[in-house]
């Protein structure tokens, strides 16, 4: 490419789709520390629920946190979200 084409492309907005205006950006999320994955072990652990029970709350539950697809046959859950969720259910 050439400079120019280049400099064009680094200015670009990103947009989300074409019903946006140039002046419209993609949020970036700020992140102040890492994400931490919790496996299922640990999230049995840490709010101290069976698994069945776990799983149950996943089928039911939509305030539930999401899970992360890891590998093909690995999933985790974001620290954070399991925390929120916790102190919400403690209200």
């Not at 120019?4 to 700020?30: E, I, K």
């Amino acid at each position: 490419m050439t400079k120019l084409v280049q400099d064009a492309v680094q200015h670009q907005p990103t947009r989300l789709n074409r019903g946006m205006s140039d002046n419209d950006t993609l949020p970036v999320p700020q992140l102040g520390k890492a994400l931490r994955i919790l496996r299922m072990k640990q999230l049995v652990e840490r709010t101290m629920l069976s698994r069945a029970t776990l799983y149950v709350l996943m089928a039911t539950d939509p305030t539930f946190p999401r899970k992360v697809k890891l590998t093909a046959r690995a999933i985790g859950y974001v620290e954070s979200e399991v925390d929120a969720w916790i102190a919400a259910r403690a209200q």
